[in-house]
């Protein structure tokens, strides 16, 4: 009964039409400041999100389900056998060994290092979105050995589809000879069949496919692979198989999932959204000291109530909750503002888009900031505010107790 009563003579004071209009200016400034360090985390924080997610979505185009890879070395024997046994396991859908490695790609007198990955062509494009991420194409005469080309290496070398690029790879064994450096080279020739822009620079740069016996031809490897790339059939269970796959293998090889494979894309990410977090919280505790000192000069504005109060048998602490109310009002009004403009925002700018991107509009594939609001993040923002919403009415509180004259 004492807390309910309390509680409402906070909210009378709070909303007091007789109290001076500065102060009560200062207090609506104070509950708008904590709005807008609340809405700036929201937002913020969504943004963070929708860059997750769009990350995401790219790399899933490129990637497998689940990759494997030697503990040691860059290749390992016997990988078309292995894929083979991989294969068998019942939530595999394909498994196809691939060689990665760097060459040297020439194209008239141009020239620059790519990352060569021999693969399946025909496999890879079938479970990942390679087909969708390409940009230009033409058919290759038969006999050639068709090749797909990021943007990067494509623009650089100047080929474009149908064009006949030379790719040299050192002899693996042997010693130079400087007489005829040729001689130390393996080279062949790829056509250019299609060009793919991923907007990851780790592919877009220098990246070249091309069919797995050709650049095992090209690197003088017979069965060897650097990895075995598996699309699981929908709905299986990855740890699981993970897991399948490990124990089929042994500890000679590293079983790694889509989300592992790219983790430290995913871990900056992460990182810069926290860090951002951290500095809009500080800000938020600026704008406490407003609540603060907002209150404070409510208090002053008050102590002829105050006299009036202790006359009829309040007590000072009895006096400083109602100024420990009238705190908690400011920052949960405030709080509860900051968050529904905050949603309110960042669901405006998921489906309308009006903050666009800086930039060159035909190399960007996103014309606006993504943004994906999270109920997680909402539960986290209100733990730092219930927080300082608490420690700023415990302020003001002892600040109205220690303005009691007797």
């Known amino acids: 009964m004492r807390t309910t009563v309390t509680a409402w003579i906070a909210a009378r004071y709070l ?66 056998s292995l894929a083979g046994e991989i294969s068998r396991l019942p939530a595999v859908r394909q498994a196809v060994p691939a060689l990665t490695d760097n060459a040297l790609a020439v194209c008239d007198s141009r020239e620059m290092p790519v990352t060569l990955k021999g693969v399946s062509l025909e496999a890879f494009r079938s479970f990942t979105s390679l087909d969708s991420l390409i940009i230009d194409k033409t058919d290759i005469p ?60 780790e592919y877009d740069e220098n990246v070249l496919f091309a069919d797995i016996d050709l650049v095992r031809n090209l690197l003088q490897y017979d069965s060897e692979a650097s990895s075995i790339e598996i699309a699981l059939n929908p709905g299986s269970d990855i740890d699981k198989a993970v897991s399948e796959i490990s124990g089929r293998l042994g500890p000679s090889f590293v079983v790694r999932d889509r989300q592992r494979l790219q983790s430290m894309s995913f871990r900056m990410v992460t990182i810069e959204k926290w860090v951002t977090f951290l500095l809009l919280f500080f800000i938020l505790i600026i704008a406490s000291f407003n609540v603060i000192s907002s209150l404070s000069m409510l208090v002053l504005d008050k ?104």
């Open 15 to 80: 909303i007091s039409k007789k109290s001076h209009s500065a102060v009560g200016a200062i207090s609506l400034v104070s509950l708008c400041g904590v709005a807008v360090a609340t809405a700036a985390i929201i937002c913020v924080l969504s943004v963070f999100n929708g860059f997750k997610s769009v990350i995401a979505d790219r790399l899933d185009m490129l990637a497998p389900d689940i990759r494997v890879t030697p503990l040691k070395g860059k290749v390992f024997l016997m990988a078309d």
């Open 142 to 201: 038969d006999g050639s050995n068709p090749s797909i080309f990021s943007l990067g290496a494509a623009n650089r070398l100047m080929a474009p589809p149908g064009k006949e690029v030379l790719v040299f790879a050192p002899v693996r064994e042997g010693r130079v000879n400087l007489a005829n450096p040729a001689a130390s080279f393996v080279t062949d020739s790829l056509a250019v069949a299609s060009v793919f822009r991923s907007n990851q620079s």
């Open 303 to 406: 102590l002829k109530a105050i006299s009036t109060l202790r006359a009829i048998g309040f007590s000072r602490r009895r006096v400083g909750r109602v100024f420990f109310w009238e705190s908690i009002y400011v920052t949960a009004a405030g709080g509860l503002a900051g968050i529904i403009l905050g949603v309110a925002l960042s669901l405006a700018q998921q489906h309308f888009g009006f903050i666009k991107l800086q930039g060159d509009p035909e190399a960007l594939t996103l014309n606006a900031y993504p943004v994906v609001v999270d109920p997680t993040d909402i539960l986290i923002t209100l733990l730092p505010l219930a927080v300082i919403g608490l420690a700023t009415a415990l302020v003001t509180a002892a600040f109205a107790r220690s303005r009691v004259q007797y």
